[in-house]
């Protein structure tokens, strides 16, 4: 069982960080994070496994797209899952009734049967949290991605 969600966008590019580094000189960045000043924006997307209590985010510069929720579930399968549950015939994923795994995009659907059940033998399960419900899955509790904290994103164990 996985629980997944994809969380805040962050622009990447020269911008002021709260964090502290000591050197001689001053690194000169952009005092605004603009959206026109940004090289591009990181989309996270966490996974969480529920019986190890194990954390996986995968970060991409796309857009938060249904391919890029199951693209990120195929990582953490290729990465992960497959070494600790290679045997397994199924797989339970709980995710928030919207956004790129919303329960109404047929994409995510065809998606997930097409790179996750039939390229790795699986019979997958996809729980949708009601709306508004989405703070009782267990990913937000446990991967948290507080935007002050960007760069020091890695994996729960």
């Known amino acids: 069982m996985i629980s997944v969600d994809t969380?805040?966008?962050?622009?990447?590019?020269?911008?002021?960080?709260?964090?502290?580094?000591?050197?001689?000189?001053?690194?000169?960045?952009?005092?605004?994070?603009?959206?026109?000043d940004a090289l591009c924006k990181a989309a996270p997307y966490?996974?969480?496994?529920?019986?190890?209590?194990?954390?996986?985010?995968?970060?991409?510069?796309?857009?938060d797209?249904?391919?890029f929720a199951v693209d990120s579930i195929r990582q953490w399968w290729l990465t992960h899952g497959g070494k600790q549950y290679g045997q397994a015939r199924e797989l339970l994923i709980l995710a928030d009734a919207g956004g790129s795994n919303g329960y109404r995009l047929r994409c995510f659907k065809k998606q997930l049967?097409?790179?996750?059940?039939?390229?790795?033998?699986?019979k997958?399960?996809?729980?949708?949290?009601?709306?508004?419900?989405?703070?009782?899955?267990?990913?937000?509790?446990?991967l948290c991605f507080p935007s002050d904290?960007?760069?020091q994103v890695g994996?729960?164990?």
């Open 113 to 122: 049967q097409d790179r996750i059940a039939d390229s790795f033998g699986l």
């Open 46 to 63: 966490g996974v969480y496994d529920v019986g190890r209590n194990h954390g996986f985010i995968h970060v991409g510069v796309s857009s």
């Open 149 to 151: 904290k960007v760069g």
């Open 7 to 36: 969380k805040h966008k962050e622009l990447i590019g020269d911008f002021k960080n709260a964090g502290r580094t000591w050197i001689r000189e001053p690194i000169e960045v952009n005092a605004h994070d603009f959206p026109q």
């Open 155 to 157: 994996y729960l164990s």
């Open 124 to 142: 997958v399960t996809v729980c949708h949290f009601p709306s508004g419900a989405s703070k009782w899955n267990p990913v937000e509790h446990r």
């Open 65 to 67: 797209t249904p391919q």
